[in-house]
């Protein structure tokens, strides 16, 4: 969306970069023979710089995933899974096995698309048929989910929505837009995240289970907002953004992939 909220249409320039991305999957997948052929479509939100997010990729590379990347639109999303379908057997990817993963601002990107894959927000504006549009999965990291004042990063929905905030900030309160056409859902986050409050996760997780869909939630005691894998490798100059117990989050990433894939 653009900054009055409404749908933009996406240009070839757009889709070129893209595809540009999506290259990067076969050489991955080609550098790592007999490697797991997952594919995963990672956004990204405000507070995580490039740097995490690239160090985040890498985490995520050693786990069997290759990667294209998306800073902030859910069309582009749909771009980058229907390019992962097309060129699966070009790419070694295996298009069972394409997830999305999110952060922050990102992770609200990445929880739309999972609710709004079928839906008509997306389908004016492209063309591929919908059942090529769904993710398997969605990881989620300290994800901003609802616009209910008592819990929204409201800036978030403000600079989606723009001069619509009023009229469609219900529409894109995640927790309500729940279906079970939703795919499962591993989710992370703090208690003492001040920034994105963890009832963000509550709420989603809540609605996930209330509709039969499998989730996975993971809420550590202690730890500040956007700290993607919380371990030295994102360490930041003040010396903050590491969280030992946090970094944990990977690992449990990880066998939640190996069960939903096995």
């Known amino acids: 969306m653009g900054e009055t909220g409404k749908t933009q249409r996406i240009s ?11 290259e990067k999957l076969r050489e991955l997948n080609e550098a790592r023979p007999g490697g797991p052929p997952l594919a995963c479509v990672q956004t990204y939100g405000c507070q995580q710089n490039v740097a995490d997010s690239q160090r985040l990729m890498g985490m995520l590379r050693d786990m069997g995933c290759g990667f294209t990347q998306d800073p902030g639109r859910a069309e582009i999303i749909v771009i980058n899974t229907c390019a992962i379908r097309e060129n699966a057997e070009k790419w070694k990817v295996d298009t069972q096995r394409i997830v999305v993963q999110g952060s922050s601002a990102g992770g609200h990107l990445a929880a739309c698309y999972g609710a709004f ?42 600079n989606l929505l723009g001069e619509e905030y009023e009229a469609l900030a219900e529409k894109v309160s995640v927790e309500k837009q729940v279906t079970k056409d939703m795919p499962p859902c591993f989710i992370w986050h703090t208690m003492d995240d001040d920034t994105v409050p963890v009832e ?6 809540e609605a996930l289970h209330r509709e039969g869909i499998p989730s996975e939630l ?18 930041r100059e003040n010396g903050h953004g590491v969280q030992p117990e946090c970094a944990r989050w990977i690992e449990l990433a990880d066998a939640w992939l190996e069960r939903l894939f096995a």
């Not at 070839?12 to 970069?17: S, T």
């Not at 997306?122 to 300290?142: I, V």
């Open 12 to 22: 070839q320039e757009d889709i070129g970069r893209q595809l540009r991305f999506c």
């Open 117 to 158: 894959w079928n839906q008509e927000l997306l389908k004016e504006d492209l063309d591929p048929p919908a059942e090529e549009w769904k993710p398997r999965g969605m990881l989620l990291s300290y994800p901003v989910i609802t616009s209910d004042p008592g819990y929204a990063h409201k800036g978030s929905f403000e």
């Open 218 to 235: 993971h809420i550590f005691p202690e730890g500040e907002h956007g700290l993607s894998l919380a371990s030295p490798v994102v360490e």
């Open 200 to 205: 963000n996760s509550l709420l989603l997780t």
